[in-house]
């Protein structure tokens, strides 16, 4: 039972370059979350899925989209990334009915 | 935005002492708030959580003491520990949403 993955565990871009982060998760959980951390901010949600077929925006979206492939996958994609989301990315995962969500080990990204 | 603000940025306790951060939220109904602990290149994990319903949860040395009218909680870690040295995060949960608003963080520093 690995958890929640993510890949990659590194990444650096230039500006204007696109990318996709993939997450998958292994527990059967419904819902999944993408969120970027970033110093004396915190994490904030950028996208999230609160079961297979749906997405929903969250409070950063803009520069970002996502696509929940499947109940395992649910990927972020940057179409044309700019210096702005230089950040470290977090996926997580929550079963139905449980407040709980559980974290993959991130993605640290750099553009410049 | 609804806001959670926590405090302090940066907490230093000897081991043994008693570690406190605080956090705050702004005038909105929550009905979950979450603690989480992030150790250094790792995702955020939970390490204890309480309904509104509740004045005060206590698991092992970690407590949280809520206070419903004055829109704020506190974690309370009692002999701390070189190992608890990492930065929380206080959450809170919009009623219904099961999504987070997370707090800024706090990084702790438990000196042998």
Same mark, same amino acid.
């Given at each position: 039972? $690995?958890?929640?993955?993510? *890949? ?12 996709? &982060? ?12 993408? /969120? ?6 915190? &994490? ?5 899925? $609160?079961?297979?077929? *749906? *997405? ?11 696509? +929940?492939?499947?109940? +395992?996958?649910?990927?972020? +994609? ?10 470290? /990315? ?7 009915? &449980? ?8 993605? +640290?990204?750099?553009? *410049? | 935005?609804?806001?959670?603000? %926590? @405090?302090?940025? #940066? ?6 002492? =008693? !570690? ?16 989480? %602990? ?9 390490? =204890?959580? =309480?309904?509104?319903?509740? @004045? ?8 949280? #003491? ?5 829109? %704020?909680? #506190?974690?309370? =870690?009692?002999? @701390? ?11 809170? !949960? ?19």
């Amino acid at each position: 039972n $690995a958890g929640v993955t993510q *890949t990659p565990k590194f990444q650096v871009l230039k500006t204007g370059q696109s990318m996709t &982060l993939q997450c998958a998760q292994d527990m059967n959980h419904n819902s999944m979350y993408w /969120y970027r951390q970033d110093p004396g901010m915190g &994490l904030r949600l950028i996208y999230y899925s $609160a079961s297979e077929g *749906t *997405t929903d925006k969250g409070e950063v979206p803009n520069g970002y989209n996502v696509s +929940r492939l499947n109940k +395992r996958e649910f990927s972020l +994609r940057l179409e044309s990334a700019a210096p702005s989301q230089t950040s470290v /990315y977090f996926c997580a995962s929550r079963l139905a009915g &449980l407040y709980e969500q559980y974290f993959g080990p991130g993605t +640290r990204l750099t553009v *410049t | 935005q609804q806001q959670v603000k %926590q @405090s302090p940025q #940066s907490l230093i306790v000897q081991k043994g002492g =008693i !570690s406190i951060i605080n956090c705050a939220y702004e005038n909105t109904a929550f009905d979950y708030f979450p603690w989480y %602990q992030q150790f250094p290149g790792k995702g955020p994990a939970l390490l =204890i959580a =309480i309904r509104p319903d509740v @004045s005060e949860k206590k698991e092992g040395r970690f407590t949280i #003491s809520f206070n419903k009218s004055a829109k %704020q909680f #506190s974690l309370h =870690i009692m002999d @701390s520990q070189p190992g608890d040295s990492a930065t929380y995060f206080c959450a809170a !949960s919009p009623s219904g949403t099961y999504k987070y608003i997370f707090g800024t963080g706090t990084r702790l520093k438990v000196l042998a």
